[in-house]
């Protein structure tokens, strides 16, 4: 999102919902760290995640559930009460359906609160 929208993401989640720890499960940097290797627009929205990325606490894997990153995010954020912060519609469908609250881009132009 920072890099797409051109948007300060952790001061939006400031505004948004106050004080918070950015957390970020190892297995979405392993992704990003794939994704980042190669050209083009993905790859540089990747390095640039990646960035972010840095500035969060790291979930290690062993501190997750199994399964898919998808699984895990999912599976973490309801164990511990988390939201999550995401543009992909499917993980965000999947997410409010078991009554995990998602932050997502809202018209290109700041970020939303949803809840089931």
Request: hydrophobic share 40%; proline share 4%; with cysteine.
């Amino acid at each position: 999102m920072p890099a797409q929208f051109s948007i300060d993401l952790f001061d939006e989640l400031r505004q948004l919902v106050g004080a918070f720890e950015p957390l970020v499960p190892e297995s979405i940097i392993r992704e990003l760290s794939g994704i980042s290797s190669g050209r083009g627009r993905d790859a540089a929205a990747a390095r640039y995640a990646m960035g972010v990325a840095q500035q969060c606490t790291t979930i290690h894997a062993n501190e997750l559930p199994p399964g898919t990153v998808d699984e895990q995010v999912m599976g973490y954020a309801q164990k511990n009460g988390c939201l999550v912060v995401t543009n992909d519609r499917r993980l965000r469908e999947m997410l409010l359906s078991r009554g995990i609250g998602v932050i997502s881009m809202r018209k290109q132009k700041r970020l939303e609160l949803i809840q089931s």
